[in-house]
């Protein structure tokens, strides 16, 4: 049970443990690691700096900047994803190909 809902996120992560054997020794560890949060979800924001599993594809939103994911669609060639840079009035169109 949390206190709170948890926050889920790409970034590095720690695990501590911490190990007793039957007479009371003990021993701890602990190791880090990235996560990358799969996403997908039209409207979704990637803070700068975080790498994260859109569609497949690993990308990392430029550090200072807020990156949105828009519509997918087709325009007479491969499909194109767009992505807003929020606060900024730009949009950058990926296919297949970019």
Do not use: C
């Amino acid at each position: 049970m949390y206190d709170a809902d948890p926050m889920v996120d790409s970034g590095w992560k720690t695990v501590n443990a911490t190990v007793t054997d039957a007479n009371g020794g003990t021993a701890q560890a602990s190791t880090e690691f990235y996560v990358l949060l799969t996403v997908g979800d039209v409207n979704h924001q990637m803070r700068g700096g975080e790498t994260h599993r859109v569609y497949d594809r690993l990308m990392t939103a430029p550090t200072g900047t807020t990156l949105q994911i828009g519509e997918f669609g087709s325009m007479q060639g491969p499909s194109i994803q767009t992505f807003v840079l929020v606060n900024l009035g730009a949009t950058v169109l990926l296919n297949a190909e970019t």
